[in-house]
């Protein structure tokens, strides 16, 4: 969006898009906090973005993680406007795959051979009978070092949330919000969700939405969409019937500047 930077002291959030998705996913939510006082970068993933799916989930789930490295750097050191920015004051959204990206770049340290074990008991989890969990076992990536200065996370529909282990989120110590939709099949709540608030405790926010599926946490689709790319359209932009979209993107979007603006802002 390009808008001018008014202030000093102001805190940086950086938002990460889900597998296959693009920087314009949630443009709106990215409106609210910039002009709640937050700069706010929206990036598409190398390799992992629409029109640039190169990269298997066995190299993207740990390169995307050091993404958001590379421009928090960016942002605190070559950006132009680098100095009005307020020191140690980093947070993150992610959605889907993102929500899993946020998490590593916020100290979470994700187990390769958790994932495994999941698929073992659960190969009907969309992840795994998809075969994105056996590329990541496959290739055993490293994942980065996390990103200094992060104090606050929203994770939603994290993807992989299965994947963490007893103590994988033990070096998290920022607070997380993590939205869930109870109609995802993507990422089920009980597989992914409930295990990340359970080992979470008191530090997570948890907001699981009756009648949101996966996508509904993506803004309204363009209606030529429709038309233009109907297999998509039918994937992305239809909801559960009688849920609302436009109406819950209101909220959740006001729910979120809230919760940074509580975390960054004071």
Known sequence: ?????????????????????????????????????????????????????????????AERPAHLNVVAAHMTTDWRHAGALATGQVGLFG??????????????????PAMAA???????????AEGMVADVVTKAPRFPAPLEDVRAVVAVAPGFG???????????????????????RRVPVATNVDPLAEALGDRADVRRVDGAGHFAF????????????????????????????????????AEIVAFFARQLLN
């Not at 996913?25 to 993933?45: I, K, P, Q, S």
């Not at 973005?49 to 789930?61: F, N, Q």
């Not at 959605?95 to 390769?112: I, K, N, R, Y």
């Not at 070096?171 to 993590?178: D, E, K, N």
């Open 218 to 253: 993506l803004q309204p689709c363009n209606p030529a969409l429709e038309g233009a790319n109907p297999r998509i359209w039918e994937m992305v932009c239809v909801d559960e019937p009688g849920f609302d979209r436009a109406r819950f993107q209101e909220a959740f979007n």
């Open 162 to 184: 299965f994947g963490f282990g007893p103590s994988g989120l033990d070096g998290m110590t920022a607070p997380v919000q993590i939205w869930a939709g109870n109609s995802d």
């Open 1 to 61: 969006m390009r808008a001018p930077v008014a202030g000093t002291g102001l805190p940086l959030v950086l938002i990460s898009h889900g597998d296959g998705g693009w920087f314009g996913g949630h443009a709106t939510l990215a409106r609210d906090l910039a002009e709640a006082g937050m700069v706010v970068v929206a990036l598409n993933h190398p390799g992992n973005s629409d029109g640039d799916e190169t990269s298997s989930p066995g190299r993207w789930i």
């Open 118 to 128: 999941h698929c073992v008991s659960r190969p009907d989890e969309f992840a795994c």
């Open 95 to 112: 959605f889907s795959a993102g929500g899993h990206s946020v998490l590593v770049a916020a100290g979470a340290v994700p187990s390769v």
